[in-house]
C-alpha cells in the first residue's frame, strides 16, 4: 500500500443509493484488498444513511464523513458577480453549482485532505462512477513507481459552451 493516500466522494443525500453502489462495487473489486481509507463529503445526508455507507468498508478500511453543509451556498466572491448563471449548454440549470463543485474538488477537498490531513495521494471517484470488475492492480502504487503525479482513466472534454467564463473566473 502507498502511504499517504486516500479516496474521496464529493456527494449529497439525493444520490445516496448510486453513491452506496459506487462504494459497494469500489470496495468489492479493489478496497477490500488495498484498504486505503475513504473520505466523503456529503451534503445534506442523515445520519442513518451516513452510517449505512461506513458500513461497506466491512471494518477493513476506514470511512471518514465530512459535512459540507452550505458549502455551495455561502456568498460567490466578488469576482464572480459576472459569470453566467446559465449557458448555452445547460439552458436549464444553473453553472454556479457546476463552478462551485469543481473549485471543491480543486481547494476544498485538496486542502483538507493534503494540507489538514497530510495525504499526498488522492484519487477522486465520482459518485456514479462504475467499477465493474475487479483492478487487479493498486493504482496509487503504478502511479508512483512510474512517476506519475496524475493519473485518469476516463477522459471526457466539456463543449466550450459549457464553460464559458469558467477559466477567466478561475485567473
Not at 442513518?48 to 465530512?66: D, N, P
Not at 459540507?68 to 449557458?87: D, Q
Not at 463543485?101 to 497530510?118: I, Q
Amino acid at each position: 500500500r502507498v502511504p499517504k493516500a486516500a479516496i474521496y466522494f464529493l456527494s449529497g443525500g439525493w444520490r445516496f443509493a448510486r453513491l452506496k453502489q459506487t462504494l459497494q462495487e469500489l470496495h468489492d473489486n479493489c478496497n477490500w484488498r488495498l484498504g486505503y481509507p475513504v473520505y466523503l463529503f456529503l451534503e445534506k445526508m442523515s445520519a442513518k444513511r451516513q452510517a449505512a455507507l461506513k458500513l461497506v468498508s466491512g471494518g477493513l478500511y476506514e470511512i471518514h464523513i465530512f459535512d459540507i453543509e452550505g458549502e455551495f451556498s455561502r456568498p460567490l466572491p466578488v469576482e464572480a458577480a459576472n459569470a453566467p448563471t446559465k449557458t448555452r449548454c445547460s439552458p436549464h440549470s444553473s453553472t454556479i453549482g457546476y463552478r462551485r463543485m469543481c473549485e471543491f474538488h480543486a481547494v476544498g477537498a485538496a486542502n483538507r485532505l493534503m494540507d489538514g490531513e497530510g495525504y499526498e495521494w488522492l484519487w477522486r471517484l465520482d459518485d456514479d462512477s462504475q467499477l465493474p470488475v475487479s483492478i487487479g492492480y493498486d493504482p496509487f502504487r503504478l502511479m508512483a513507481e512510474n512517476g506519475q503525479r496524475y493519473g485518469t482513466v476516463v477522459a471526457m472534454s466539456d463543449d466550450s459552451a459549457c464553460v464559458e467564463g469558467l477559466w477567466e473566473l478561475a485567473e
